[in-house]
């Protein structure tokens, strides 16, 4: 007995058995994107199951961006897939370790969390599985990739990734599923998932069988279009998530259609991205924003400003407390000028002290009421580019949102993981005025 064959699990497995002209595998990255509750997580359990059973001396491994999460998740589901279908006997399960072992073929089944350098730079695995890889980084699974024959990956595309370029290869294919691809979607989640269609992602109005209004307004029960059934029932539910305000078009677009789509409530959206070189050979002088964490990130920026755009790199992303050496000292290490503007909290003049003892120049940011959505507002007024290994530049950017309550934009933004944004506003605003930035 099996679990969860679906239609995702035999794309998936055709996948896996195309051939080249030479006869070798076409695909070796195989990348499940869509809607959640799409069948991507068990309809790929299954399928590696398979692959333990029916290989010899084989090792699967799959990957979280941390142990315990991988645990938490992967775990847990692995055993759910093996209880349902009754194969818990043909496998030895290690607790401790987290492995499957099926001793017949020799073969294992491993859990691991991409914060492990050791098992990252260590484990030849036959196959690998990077589930959900949001947080695992570009060089993480270069090491992954050097060591593995096959690859897949699943996500849901909320924001830019390097899965994305990853997927233009020629050797890698996309199976795109929704929630209408899974015949085991629990019904509450399908009408949950159903209740985010807005009228205007209706089918009669994309198609340009009507207009957004008179679709809200159309009489289902009369019908003088005669519209085909199911395109009445799509209509007639559209209807009601408007009626009963529970339409959204992002979470349509994301959970039902399993598209990448902007949230609307973004506060910086259309920053270009360049790389690390490319930044470094941009003549213009260098200055830098500083935002200070003990237990949460010191953020450090360096700005350049060069023919009316602005350009940024992530320079330091660390505790003071996880530090080894003093904030002076990692400045130092970094290479900043002490020359070099810096312009950092002012919320915390002892530190800016400290480091001015220290011989850098550092000025306090401007604040004041109304600075944050002054800075935010002239940025957004700007070109912006970051660079791309610039990680948790990007992971804030992309997350940096207007706080929300009821559907009401408060238009404050949300305090929470905005460090570099912080420290990117302070030294952009300064900048605003210092070079008469208009």
């Known amino acids: 007995m099996t679990y969860g064959i679906t239609a995702v699990f035999y794309k998936n497995y055709q996948a896996m058995k195309v051939k080249d ?44 961006d941390t142990k315990k999460d991988a645990r938490d998740t992967i775990w847990k589901d692995f055993q759910k ?21 099926y001793p017949e073929r020799n073969t294992y089944f491993e859990i691991h969390g991409a914060d492990d350098e050791e098992k990252v730079h260590g484990l030849t695995q036959n196959v690998a599985w990077l589930n959900e890889p949001y947080k695992i ?28 370029e990853l997927s233009k290869r020629d050797n890698a294919i996309v199976i795109h599923s929704t929630y209408k ?20 992602m209706c089918s009669v109005v994309i198609n340009n069988i009507m207009s957004e209004h008179e679709a809200l307004y159309y009489d289902c029960k009369i019908n003088e279009r005669n519209l085909a059934l199911i395109d009445l029932l799509e209509l007639q539910r559209c209807q009601r998530n408007e009626s009963q305000s529970t339409s959204n078009k992002y979470k349509w677009q994301v ?25 470094d ?51 130092t290490i970094l290479g900043v000028d002490k020359k070099s503007l810096i312009v950092a909290d002012s919320a915390d003049p002892n530190r800016i002290l400290e480091l001015n003892n ?44 207007w706080e929300v309550v009821k559907g009401v934009n408060l238009d404050r933004p949300i305090k929470k993981d905005d460090h570099l944004m912080d420290a990117d506003r302070y030294i952009k605003n300064f900048l605003q005025f210092h070079l008469g930035i208009k």
């Open 21 to 64: 002209a030479n006869g070798k595998r076409k695909y070796k990255y195989i990348i499940n994107t869509g809607s959640s509750r799409s069948s991507k997580t068990f309809s790929l359990i299954e399928l590696l199951h398979q692959i333990c059973e029916n290989n010899d001396n084989f090792r699967v491994t799959a990957w979280r």
């Open 255 to 279: 959970y039902g259609l399993g598209l990448k789509a902007e949230k609307p409530n973004r506060i910086y959206t259309g920053f270009g991205v360049i790389t690390n070189d490319e930044f």
């Open 181 to 200: 691809d899974n015949p085991f979607c629990p019904e509450e989640q399908r009408i949950k998932i159903e209740s985010y269609q807005p009228i205007e």
């Open 81 to 101: 897939v093996l209880s349902i279908s009754n194969r818990l006997i043909y496998a030895n399960r290690n607790k401790t370790e987290s492995f499957y072992a």
């Open 358 to 401: 220290a011989g850098f120049y550092v000025l306090p940011a401007i604040k004041g009421q109304g600075s944050v959505n002054q800075g935010i507002d002239f940025i957004n007024s700007q070109k912006n580019y970051y660079t791309k290994e610039s990680k948790n530049y990007q992971e804030e950017y992309e997350n940096y949102e």
């Open 281 to 331: 050979r941009i003549s213009a002088n260098s200055y830098f924003g500083l935002d200070f964490g003990s237990t949460n990130p010191t953020a450090l920026v360096e700005v350049k400003y060069f023919e009316k755009t602005f350009f940024t790199k992530e320079r330091l992303y660390m505790p003071i407390s996880k530090m080894s050496v003093s904030l002076t000292e990692m400045l």
């Open 137 to 164: 980084s570009e060089d993480t699974f270069d090491q992954i990739d050097q060591r593995s024959d096959l690859i897949f990956i699943d996500w849901n595309p909320k924001r830019s990734h390097w899965i994305e």
